[in-house]
């Protein structure tokens, strides 16, 4: 997969990033290697290089406009199968890492959506939401919510919004 200069990808571990281009680097100071530099969106002080032989690997193409608004329709309105939790905080971790390092945007609104309807749950019964569950909750919104404001040209608010909108439509 060739990504283009200036194109838009997702980096699995950091988001969406603009490609600034394509360049030789010698990191072990040995062997010369192609690289995808890529620029965060939402942290102008990061750069990143990928090596453009392993980029499958890492960096995939955004979603269409299609998908984005696709996904928002099947997001759930109800509490989600409890598939994604584990009392176990090992698992959890270990199952939140894959999905936040995947590129299954299914698979993290489903985990967005367990731990939201989680997180309220808690409050409702006077429980503190965990800090793990929280902090893998805000990464997995924000993921989902650049590559989302990126494809429908929005900001991070108004896909909040809208998503708000096409959610209370289906009631």
């Known amino acids: 997969m060739e990504f283009k200069q200036d194109e838009c990808v997702v980096y699995k571990s950091a988001g969406v990033c603009r490609v600034l281009g394509i360049e030789t ?4 100071g040995e062997n010369e290697v192609l690289y995808y530099k890529l620029k965060p969106i939402a942290d102008a002080n990061s ?5 453009v032989a392993s980029a499958s690997e890492k960096l995939r ?3 269409t406009k299609k998908e ?12 989600p199968d409890e598939d994604i939790w584990s009392e176990n905080r ?7 890492t894959q999905i936040l390092k995947g590129d299954d945007q299914k698979a993290l609104i489903q985990l967005l959506s367990s731990l939201y309807f989680r997180k309220q749950s808690s409050e409702a019964n006077g ?11 805000k990464n ?3 993921l989902m919510l650049q590559e989302f404001a990126t494809v429908l040209d929005l900001k991070l608010e108004e896909v909040q919004k809208l998503i708000s909108e096409r959610l ?3 009631i």
């Open 25 to 28: 680097q010698s990191m072990d």
């Open 47 to 51: 750069t990143y290089y990928i090596p």
């Open 61 to 63: 193409r955004l979603l």
């Open 68 to 79: 984005v608004l696709e996904l928002i329709d099947t997001m759930p309105k109800e509490a």
């Open 90 to 96: 090992r698992e959890r971790r270990e199952m939140y």
């Open 127 to 137: 429980r503190r939401f965990s800090s793990m569950d929280e902090s893998v909750m």
């Open 140 to 142: 997995a919104e924000n």
């Open 168 to 170: 209370n439509d289906k």
